[in-house]
């Protein structure tokens, strides 16, 4: 066979001949390929962040109630006030809480699914934390809120254990507490773990599962207790996994403003700010001035986890 | 590795598997209860009378196929747009390729209420009237990410040297792709597409800001949550909003196996 008729000859159609062309332009070809979802997110989300963050510069007149289009840092000033930032301090310890009760509530679930189980027990595993994610959020909510309410079943477990007295104690602690658990931050603060408790689980797993079993038997014959293999290998290395949990955990309260309007005290979240700001207080410009808040925490936030791995982990 | 340490760490894992699916169980059992008024427990008697009255509701109707309609319409975009980008990200490098899935991740990385604001201050800005298609834009911004994660794994396990060879004998980039990467990636976009449809049929925090009076099925339950009218009828409705989601779940489970779903895929 000669070389000519070993390459095949150049296309004739229309559509052979624009895949020849983009093959020998892999720029162009990746560009046309990106296009479609950057134009989409440029213009849609982008778009929709700048026209917002445009608005946090502006100010509202007080008597009017109408918004002064002038640049102003007038309203950022205004979340310095005590109640607004109070509600910035409430929303950020809260997240915090979560994202800390998470690792320590997750990690077990994640370490025993990657090291010890196999086959069905893994898929059960699995699906015992995919189910509850992929279900409705505002089931979940609306789950809790049957489960925390003073007749629901929680005051009659601890009644049915005789712990009642725990129950009471716990609710009257000062700050937390409150005249019942779905009007506590309690409340508030179980039904945030239990919603984001799978986005840890699942990045802590994955990273448990790319533990080479090498290094394990090695720190195991180099004498290490199973305790300082954990200790000194496998938490080093999950770490990663768990960082990039509570990105999702941390981000997603700090946003949330639908739980604790529903299971709570009724003092307000950076979310619940917003909304109401936007809302009924027609204050666009501090609306979009509390947003700035998560944006700008949750920036600092993904700069800490990207030098600490976590990107790679997720 | 088995040691006192393990048995200590199953007992916690079990009770935190506990904790996982016990409500979703409290659904199931308080859908069937014969009070009406309060959320006392246990239920004093089990009916199935409220699946007959829920069923009567035009109310629930109406906002189910909202939802039904907005869901499909925003996984197909989420579908064409997810599938494009995760052919660039996943076959070349180039300038800016980290700045591009920043961005693909940001709508869900960025608390949802964000991404709602910005686009009712938008929807303001431009006075652009509420209605079905502002709450599919909001949608599928988010649903892209979904469908792009799911893809981008199956890509980069995908060999190189199948595109190639097909490329050798002769096949278009076209062809190639009809042939030999659609039959390949295609469970993981069946999957990508599921979860999507999944993420916008349970969406309530950017469709508050965009659905202006319409009412999409998470938003009739979030006003029943805030003001209950019927108790009973929402037991039911979130009784079978949980059915409809374990479906598609389920299905992108056995399509992909358990490796290829992340908590990013997961992402609201």
């Known amino acids: 066979m000669s070389v000519a008729e070993a390459i095949a000859p150049p296309p004739r159609s229309l559509t052979g001949r624009l895949s020849d062309g983009l093959w020998r332009a892999p720029k162009l070809a990746v560009l046309l390929l990106l296009a479609p979802a950057l134009l989409w997110l440029a213009i849609v989300y982008l778009g929709s962040l700048a026209t917002l963050l445009r608005q946090s510069f502006f100010s509202l007149e007080e008597f009017s109630g109408l918004i002064v289009e002038d640049y102003t840092l007038a309203t950022y000033a205004e979340l310095f006030q005590p109640a607004n930032f109070d509600i910035i301090v409430r929303t950020v310890a809260m997240a915090a809480c979560v994202s800390v009760a998470s690792a320590i509530v997750g990690f077990p679930i994640a370490y025993v699914a990657a090291r010890y189980c196999r086959g069905a027990w893994k898929a059960a595993f699995y699906l015992a934390v995919m189910l509850p994610l992929w279900s409705s959020y505002l089931v979940k909510v609306y789950a809790w809120k049957l489960m925390l309410a003073r007749e629901g079943i929680l005051t009659w477990a601890f009644a049915k254990v005789g712990l009642t007295p725990v129950l009471d104690w716990a609710l009257a602690l000062p700050g937390i507490g409150g005249p019942s658990l779905s009007t506590s931050y309690i409340g508030t603060f179980l039904v945030f773990l239990y919603i984001w408790l799978p986005y840890m689980i699942l990045p802590t797993q994955a990273a448990l599962e790319r533990v080479p079993g090498g290094l394990i038997a090695a720190s195991a014959d180099l004498g290490a207790t199973p305790w300082a293999t954990f200790r000194h290998v496998i938490l080093p290395l999950a770490m990663p996994g768990v960082v990039a949990g509570s990105i999702f955990t941390f981000s997603l309260t700090l946003g949330d403003y639908i739980i604790p309007q529903i299971v709570g005290s009724g003092r307000y979240f950076i979310g619940q700010a917003v909304y109401v700001q936007q809302g009924t207080a027609g204050n666009i410009p501090l609306a979009a001035a509390f947003t700035v808040v998560p944006i700008l925490i949750m920036g600092v936030y993904l700069a800490i986890a990207r030098r600490l791995g976590a990107f790679d982990a997720l | ?268």
């Open chain 2, 1 to 268: 590795m088995r040691s006192e340490g393990s048995l200590a760490v199953k007992i916690a894992a079990g009770l935190g598997l506990a904790f996982l699916i016990a409500p979703l169980l409290v659904i199931v059992a308080y859908a069937f209860t014969t009070e009406e008024r309060s959320f006392v427990w246990p239920p004093p008697g089990l009916t199935l009378k409220w699946f007959g009255v829920a069923w009567e509701r035009t109310d629930v109707w109406a906002a189910l196929t909202l939802s039904l309609r907005v869901a499909a319409v925003a996984t197909i975009l989420a579908l064409i747009l997810g599938t494009l980008t995760a052919m660039a990200v996943a076959r070349s490098r180039f300038f800016g390729r980290d700045a591009v899935s920043l961005l693909v991740i940001l709508p869900i990385a960025l608390p949802g209420i964000i991404t709602g604001i910005a686009l009712r201050s938008a929807f303001a800005t431009f006075e652009i009237p509420f209605s079905f298609w502002t709450i599919v834009v909001g949608h599928a911004t988010f649903c892209i990410v979904v469908v792009y994660n799911n893809a981008v794994a199956r890509l980069r396990r995908m060999s190189g040297s199948l595109v190639e060879a097909s490329m050798d004998l002769g096949a278009t980039g076209f062809q190639t792709f009809r042939h030999i990467v659609l039959p390949n990636v295609g469970t993981a976009l069946l999957a990508g597409g599921m979860l999507a449809f999944a993420l916008s049929f349970d969406e309530v925090i950017v469709t508050t800001f965009t659905a202006g009076q319409q009412q999409t099925l998470p938003l009739w339950m979030l006003e029943e949550l805030i003001r209950p009218r019927q108790r009973p009828v929402t037991n039911v409705v979130a009784l079978v909003v949980i059915a409809v989601t374990f479906i598609p779940i389920l299905l992108a489970f056995y399509l992909t196996g358990a490796d290829e779903q992340t908590a990013a895929a997961a992402g609201k």
